[in-house]
């Protein structure tokens, strides 16, 4: 079983598009994450969302929302696609008392 | 927010040690973490170090902590071709609201000469 599952794996796009990443997990974490890892490999966060609490890095565009239908899911909502939005996105959750994080395999966005 | 830093690259011989190095500066750390990304793939995590130790070691991989130089390092021994990856340092940190975060380093390529 995968603990936590992305979709789309890869998603190329045009400018301008409203585009949305599913993510699930099933290990019953109460804290979820979405990082961005750019073309050189750097890894920042984006969101944190804990029992309904969203934590925004300040960095981060108004175009991406992330939402929560249940605390399973966080899905990553971009509206108004850029070319530099072009990236990986991973999904993260753990366990609010444990330490480990677990990733997703992350989604592959490409905008053209 | 704090930093964590990294080299970019490392390469090494087949059956060398590799030792990757990190820093960071947030003196509030608990955990630090070792992950690993193959080309393409996922984050993988190698393993994690609480605060209050010095040394971890499992298998073929010794982590060693520095809390007071605030140092992380990574060694894998006996280094195989199928170690090549990123390897990122990562440090959880505290982000409000009873919630933590990983903030990454940049991460460390190694490349495995055969």
């Known amino acids: 079983d995968t603990a936590v599952s992305q979709t789309p794996k890869y998603l190329v796009t045009q400018m301008g598009n409203d585009k949305s990443i599913k993510c699930e997990q099933n290990l019953g974490h109460d804290t979820m994450y979405w990082y961005k890892q750019d073309s050189k490999k750097f890894l920042k966060i984006m969101f944190s969302y804990n029992n309904k609490e969203l934590i925004i890095n300040e960095t981060v565009p108004n175009r991406f929302s992330p939402k929560s239908p249940d605390k399973a899911h966080l899905n990553l909502h971009i509206n108004s696609l850029e070319l530099g939005d072009s990236a990986v996105y991973f999904c993260?959750?753990?366990?609010?008392?444990?330490?480990?994080?677990?990733f997703g395999q992350g989604t592959r966005l490409t905008v053209v | 927010g704090e930093d964590v830093e990294q080299s970019l690259f490392l390469s090494v011989r087949e059956g060398d040690s590799s030792v990757i190095n990190c820093t960071y500066t947030?003196?509030?750390?608990?955990?630090l973490y070792w992950y690993k990304q193959e080309p393409g793939a996922g984050l993988q995590l190698l393993t994690y170090i609480f605060s209050n130790m010095d040394m971890k070691q499992d298998q073929r991989l010794t982590v060693l902590l520095n809390k007071k130089d605030k140092h992380l390092s990574l060694r894998i021994a006996d280094t195989q071709t199928g170690d090549s990856a990123i390897y990122f340092c990562?440090?959880?940190?505290?982000?409000?609201?009873?919630?933590?975060?990983?903030?990454f380093g940049k991460g460390t390529k190694l490349s495995v000469i055969p």
């Open positions: 993260a959750s753990r366990q609010k008392m444990n330490t480990e994080a677990f």
């Open positions: 990562a440090d959880l940190q505290f982000s409000g609201a009873g919630s933590y975060q990983l903030t």
């Open positions: 947030d003196s509030s750390s608990t955990y």
